[in-house]
């Protein structure tokens, strides 16, 4: 799903020449993140909103985003307005988590991309990974919640927006349904969808349809694209559906 991302923002700013991109849950905004080489590769016509709820990574955020000219970092969560929990693995044990597919990260980036709303979702990752006691290295946050209307009025950033990425780990059918969609109305819309029940993915696959967007899966994320009737969305469709359907076609040759 990633190359697929990636062929989207690339046949989106060949149209747009300039975007203007929110992503939600950043972490240090470089590790893991399939849009920081686009981003810094096309510093000059991009430019990146980078929401962070939990404050010990935003040096981390600030030093991978220091090169980009048009880049604004903001500490909170995207949600119901309020404050919200967040579970995480407290700072003095991110050694105790490194999981094979972290190899050659920084030491905290692993233990602070499982961050999530849901408890849950932690104890399964240090399960599957470690052996160590949860209740030993598991930690709270309690965050700034906001609505994204609400924050990019108080940042004064401009809407709509042309892309919107998310990885809340299991929390991003919630941060889209609080993404004021109506007002940001971004163009492309990629989230993580592994971590999201099948009853909670089914409502967000129809919340994203009322509201005009069609939605690829492949593997662990999906895309959704506005479906407007406008040149713009006929192209973006037309150009991620032939791209979708032959990465299904080259997954199924190599299962063979």
Known sequence: MQELYSIALKALILVER????????ANDGKYNDPSYDFNMGRSSSTSVL???????????????YAS????RIANCAIGPEGMLTLYTIKKESWDSY?????KGWPRYRAATGITSASREHIEKNLAAHTDINPNEVIGVLNVPSKALGTLLSELNWPTPIDVLQIDAEGYDDAVIQASSLPVSRPKLIYFETCHIPPSRLKNLVSY???????????????LAVDSGRNPLCIYLNGVILMAYWMQKLKTILLAR
Do not use: C, F, M, Q
């Open 50 to 64: 980078l929401i962070e709820p939990n404050t010990d990574l935003l040096p981390y955020l600030e030093e991978n």
């Open 68 to 71: 980009h000219p048009r880049h």
């Open 208 to 222: 994203l349809s009322g509201l005009d967007y069609k939605t690829y899966t492949i593997g662990e994320n999906s």
């Open 18 to 25: 300039k975007l203007n991109i929110v992503v939600v849950g």
């Open 98 to 102: 490194t999981p094979d597919y972290a």
